[in-house]
């Protein structure tokens, strides 16, 4: 099983800040890793697929990069709504397997 | 407008079986597998396995392999997802989503199960 590794577990910043969110894998995944957002008492929202393709409807100012094992989310200019949990998810390997989440608070 | 509606909240006793639901429109139900996922209070996101409705094929996670069974009415647009024997440890807020573009793109609203004796 591929395990993803997010850091860091809580990330504390401002309106108007970037947030950088780190995502590891186990083991190489090419390009297959998602994003999604999860605010309280909701479902996930798919954010980013394939690395850095935005699902339709999402804002600019939310990219992703990376390639093999290390992948990154990027959020530019922190909307308040922007603070919540951030979950990264490969599809290379069975089960497809979700990081433990990082959670996005206002300092 | 694609949607997946789910049951609704469910309290249970250790023991007793259970099997919630997952209806879609908007799209072709068959046509795109259906994944549940679990998450446990106040803890992270589960894959549990997932459906293709069109043809009945499941794929289940290692680790819930043989404690749920999977299944899909495509005559209805439902899936659903059902237990034999509920456990305390089985209490937790359980998703459907649509896998599109290779990813889980729609979710449902969630199913709260409790199993509490």
């Known amino acids: 099983e591929i395990v993803l590794t997010q850091s860091p577990a809580t990330l504390s910043l401002s309106p108007g800040e970037r947030a950088t969110l780190s995502c590891r894998a186990s083991?190489?995944?090419?390009?297959?890793l998602a994003w999604y957002q999860q605010k309280p008492g909701q479902p996930p929202r798919l954010l980013i697929y394939?690395?850095?393709n935005r699902a339709a409807g999402i804002p600019a100012r939310f990219s992703g990069s990376g390639s093999g094992t290390d992948f990154t989310l990027t959020i530019t200019g922190l909307e308040p709504e922007d603070f919540a949990v951030y979950y990264c998810q490969q599809r290379s390997g069975w089960p497809q397997t979700f990081g433990q989440g990082t959670k996005l608070e206002i300092k | 407008e694609v949607q997946l509606v789910q049951s609704g909240a469910e309290v249970k006793k250790p023991g007793e079986s259970l099997k919630i639901s997952c209806k879609g429109s908007?799209?072709?139900?068959?046509?795109?597998?259906i994944a549940w996922v679990r998450q446990m209070p106040g803890k992270g996101l589960e894959w549990m396995g997932i459906i293709y409705p069109g043809e009945s094929d499941v794929r289940y996670s290692p680790s819930f392999q043989g404690q749920v069974t999977i299944s899909a009415d495509k005559s209805i647009s439902t899936a659903y997802l059902q237990w034999n024997s509920l456990k305390a440890s089985d209490t937790a807020m359980y998703y459907c989503?649509?896998?599109?573009?290779?990813?889980?793109?729609?979710w449902g609203q969630g199913t709260l199960v409790t199993v509490s004796s």
């Open positions: 908007g799209y072709m139900f068959a046509n795109y597998w």
């Open positions: 989503a649509r896998r599109g573009l290779l990813v889980l793109d729609f």
């Open positions: 083991q190489t995944i090419s390009s297959y």
């Open positions: 394939d690395v850095s």
